[in-house]
């Protein structure tokens, strides 16, 4: 009869452990690789960082670069989670998925990575721009809502069509954050006079992130056009490389080499309206 079978599988799922999890990642090239490979790059990261922001004093500087320095701060420590199968489970996909029925290893631990490491780059792209705070907190905002909504879809079991509903409500924070770093942050990067490296950062931010709900689409949460978990995987920790490591180190090398230029703007920044 089909009940006990479901009982027993569900029993399999509820008994899985954190060892039966490193146990699938060790045993898989591609995923145990791509965990690691970021380990070393994060780590690397924070050691370049520290050493790059170990002149800076003016105190706007100084925030800029505490936030980007949280990027991989938080990025090692949540790949460790990953990589010891702390923050990793098993799921079962409902009916009308490419896999339904079938037990996928389930990454959640990286919207968790996301939701405190995407908000620590908006801060800092928001802080060079010299954006106003509630600019800066709405999209902050909407970053954290695509994150939590995007883990949301990632993990909901008992309908397709609430796995697809959730992932649309996290494009739609998605496109606000977009919209604020096409329309609005320009501006006032302009307006400080750091146009140039925000521009730069803004299109490698804009391109990469795109990535992510594209591989999420295609990988095995969505539509399961690349059914590995382990390609799957190696496609996220590409885009965070890029998005996380690369980013940071030009953002920290133009705000060491124009300490001078971050200092005008905290300058004006602390000034009064009657200043003007």
């Excluded at 539509?223 to 190696?234: D, F, H, K, R």
Aim: net charge negative; aromatic share 10%; with cysteine.
């Amino acid at each position: 009869m089909p009940l006990p079978e479901l009982t027993a599988a569900t029993d399999v799922l509820l008994q899985t452990t954190q060892s039966d999890a490193l146990s699938q990642i060790q045993s898989d090239f591609l995923l145990n690789s791509s965990l690691w490979a970021n380990i070393a790059l994060a780590g690397l990261s924070i050691v370049l960082f520290v050493y790059m922001g170990r002149n800076i004093t003016d105190s706007r500087a100084k925030l800029i670069w505490g936030a980007t320095l949280m990027i991989p701060l938080v990025s090692i420590s949540s790949y460790l989670g990953l990589a010891s199968g702390l923050t990793v489970g098993f799921i079962q996909m409902p009916a009308g998925h490419p896999l339904a029925g079938q037990e996928v290893v389930s990454q959640w631990g990286r919207y968790l990575t996301w939701a405190l490491s995407t908000p620590m780059i908006l801060l800092a792209l928001g802080l060079l721009a010299d954006v106003d705070t509630g600019s800066l907190f709405a999209v902050i905002a909407a970053d954290i809502g695509m994150c939590v909504t995007g883990l949301a879809a990632a993990l909901v079991t008992s309908s397709l069509t609430f796995r697809w509903l959730f992932y649309a409500v996290s494009c739609a924070f998605f496109l606000v954050v977009i919209y604020a770093l096409l329309t609005e942050w320009p501006d006032s990067a302009a307006q400080a006079g750091t146009g140039e490296i925000f521009s730069t950062l803004r299109v490698l931010t804009i391109v990469l992130w795109i990535g992510y709900p594209v591989v999420w689409a295609l990988g095995v949460e969505g539509l399961a056009i690349i059914s590995s978990v382990g390609a799957t995987s190696w496609a996220y920790s590409g885009l965070d490389i890029f998005a996380k490591y690369v980013f940071s180190f030009l953002l920290l090398r133009w705000v060491a080499g124009n300490e001078r230029d971050v200092a005008s703007m905290s300058r004006t920044a602390g000034a009064s309206p009657a200043d003007d």
